[in-house]
């Protein structure tokens, strides 16, 4: 499909990666409409509705979603209702007009057994309420011919909260942290999946895909390259999960194996290193 035949609806715009999404689709002359859940609700099932019946979409990028993963435990109905339901509601669209979606989904539909980078087909075995509604929404999107489902991992973007803005803001007030050391994933920078995401929607290679920046690291080790490169001298103290003891189980194999996104032919992302320099310098912290 050609960029000009395109009209994009983004949902999630108004976060981290859906904003990156349209800002993307903008540079690239792709026609599209970013929406907040302000400007469409996905869990009104009507208004969905409605909202197709006046645009002529001919593509969906999927980046909604309920993503707070600690609060989800407590918030277990409104996770399923934005994650699930919501889904559900623009995957009924979707066959109604016969348009591909991409989906975002997360490593945490893995268990984390092991030390060995999940593949696609990996068995899934979601540990937290937050994973196990995105799980569900993938089974909703596999309903539908034409889909992308790309499972992602410690995303960081411009807008909104993220893991490196929380280490930037601790190290103005503290000189030691405890951090998980056991949890070892891959960060990723939305600047670079929204690249990777505007390409992949020129092509009909539907199917799902881990995509993440590259290599692998705990988040001790990233809080460290953090504060290495803002300059700040903060003692990083290894802790294990069970000591940190978060509300939402998370696995700690977070490793996502790329192998068949880049046998797809779909260019290699940066390092994560890199990934963590550039983006210091878009929000201005180096
Ligand atoms: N963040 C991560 O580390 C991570 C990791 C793996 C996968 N993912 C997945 O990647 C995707 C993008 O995540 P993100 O970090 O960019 O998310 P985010 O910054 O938390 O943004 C969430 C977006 O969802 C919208 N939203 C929430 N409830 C809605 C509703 N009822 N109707 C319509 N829109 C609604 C929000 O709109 P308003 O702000 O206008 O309410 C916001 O634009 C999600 O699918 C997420 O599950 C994220």
Same mark, same amino acid.
């Given at each position: 499909?050609?960029?000009?035949?395109?009209?994009?609806?983004?949902?999630? =715009?108004?976060?981290?990666?859906g904003?990156?999404? !349209?800002?993307?689709?903008?540079?690239?002359?792709?026609?599209?409409?970013?929406?907040g859940? =302000?400007?469409?609700?996905?869990?009104?099932?009507?208004?969905?509705?409605k909202?197709? #019946?006046?645009?002529?979409?001919?593509? !969906?990028?999927h980046?909604? =979603?309920?993503?707070?993963?600690?609060?989800?435990?407590?918030?277990?109905?409104?996770?399923y209702?934005?994650?699930v339901?919501?889904?559900?509601?623009?995957?009924?669209?979707?066959?109604?007009?016969?348009?591909?979606?991409?989906?975002?989904?997360? #490593?945490?539909?893995?268990?984390?057994n092991?030390?060995?980078?999940?593949?696609?087909?990996?068995?899934?075995?979601?540990?937290?309420?937050?994973?196990?509604?995105k799980?569900l929404?993938?089974?909703?999107v596999?309903k539908?011919?034409?889909?992308?489902i790309?499972?992602?991992?410690?995303?960081?973007?411009?807008?909104?909260?993220?893991?490196?803005?929380t280490?930037?803001?601790?190290?103005?007030?503290?000189?030691?942290?405890?951090?998980?050391?056991?949890?070892?994933?891959?960060?990723t920078?939305?600047?670079?999946?929204?690249?990777?995401?505007?390409?992949?929607?020129n092509?009909?290679?539907?199917g799902?895909?881990?995509?993440?920046?590259?290599?692998?690291?705990?988040?001790?080790?990233?809080?460290?390259?953090?504060?290495?490169?803002?300059?700040?001298?903060?003692?990083?103290n290894?802790?294990?999960?069970?000591?940190?003891?978060?509300?939402?189980?998370?696995?700690?194999n977070?490793?996502?194996?790329?192998?068949?996104?880049?046998?797809?032919?779909?260019?290699?992302?940066?390092?994560?290193q890199d990934?963590?320099?550039?983006?210091?310098?878009?929000?201005?912290?180096?």
């Open positions: 499909m050609s960029d000009e035949k395109k009209y994009v609806l983004v949902t999630g =715009a108004t976060g981290q990666l904003s990156d999404i !349209v800002d993307e689709l903008n540079r690239r002359g792709i026609p599209n409409i970013g929406v859940s =302000a400007d469409l609700d996905i869990t009104d099932n009507e208004a969905v509705s909202f197709f #019946d006046s645009h002529k979409f001919s593509y !969906v990028i980046c909604a =979603a309920y993503t707070k993963v600690d609060l989800a435990e407590d918030e277990k109905d409104l996770n209702e934005i994650n339901k919501g889904t559900s509601n623009l995957v009924s669209e979707c066959q109604k007009y016969n348009i591909p979606l991409v989906f975002f989904s997360t #490593d945490y539909v893995f268990g984390g092991g030390d060995k980078p999940f593949k696609e087909d990996d068995e899934t075995n979601p540990l937290c309420e937050y994973a196990k509604a799980y929404a993938e089974l909703e596999k539908l011919d034409k889909y992308f790309i499972r992602i991992s410690w995303v960081f973007g411009k807008i909104g909260n993220n893991f490196i803005k280490m930037i803001k601790l190290s103005e007030t503290k000189t030691e942290l405890n951090i998980v050391s056991d949890q070892i994933g891959s960060p920078y939305t600047f670079d999946m929204a690249k990777a995401i505007v390409d992949m929607i092509t009909d290679k539907y799902i895909y881990h995509l993440t920046n590259e290599g692998f690291v705990s988040w001790a080790d990233f809080a460290r390259e953090i504060f290495k490169k803002i300059n700040k001298s903060i003692k990083v290894d802790v294990t999960t069970e000591e940190y003891n978060a509300r939402a189980k998370r696995p700690k977070s490793r996502l194996d790329k192998t068949k996104y880049l046998n797809a032919g779909f260019k290699k992302m940066p390092t994560w990934a963590l320099d550039r983006y210091l310098k878009e929000i201005n912290v180096i």
